[in-house]
């Protein structure tokens, strides 16, 4: 089983920055692709940032410039630096992993979220 914990959310004024961080822990072999979600209010879910594991990265063109997707595998977590935050930024922000589990068994796992406000 695994598990992924996200924290760094918080209110920020527009023009601010928030740095993301979602931990995975448990029985992890090895950890894929992981990517960064998210949800406003009465919208679907959205991705908003892409990492290989491998280190190639690609972003929703909404925040291409803005935001930045890193990882550190020795730690298995996954970041999000998001800069010049806008009030359209605002959501519940999920982190989504594929992990394998032990060898030749990989899951999709979630994040439980963060919430993320821009005040403009």
């Known amino acids: 089983q695994v598990q992924l914990v996200e924290s760094g959310g918080g209110l920020v004024q527009a023009g601010g920055s928030l740095r993301l961080s979602c931990a995975a822990s448990?029985?992890?072999?090895?950890?894929?692709?992981m990517d960064w979600y998210r949800q406003g209010a009465g919208q679907q879910r959205e991705l908003v940032a892409h990492?290989?594991?491998?280190?190639?990265?690609d972003y929703a063109y909404s925040v291409k410039g803005r935001f930045t997707i890193s990882r550190d595998n020795a730690k298995n977590t996954v970041y999000l630096q998001m800069n010049s935050l806008k009030s359209e930024d605002t959501a519940v922000y999920y982190c989504?992993?594929?992990?394998?589990?032990?060898?030749?068994?990989?899951?999709?796992?979630w994040g439980q979220g963060t919430q993320v406000t821009v005040s403009s």
């Open positions: 989504n992993a594929f992990i394998e589990v032990r060898p030749g068994i990989t899951v999709g796992s």
């Open positions: 448990g029985s992890i072999f090895r950890i894929h692709d």
């Open positions: 990492i290989t594991s491998g280190g190639s990265t």
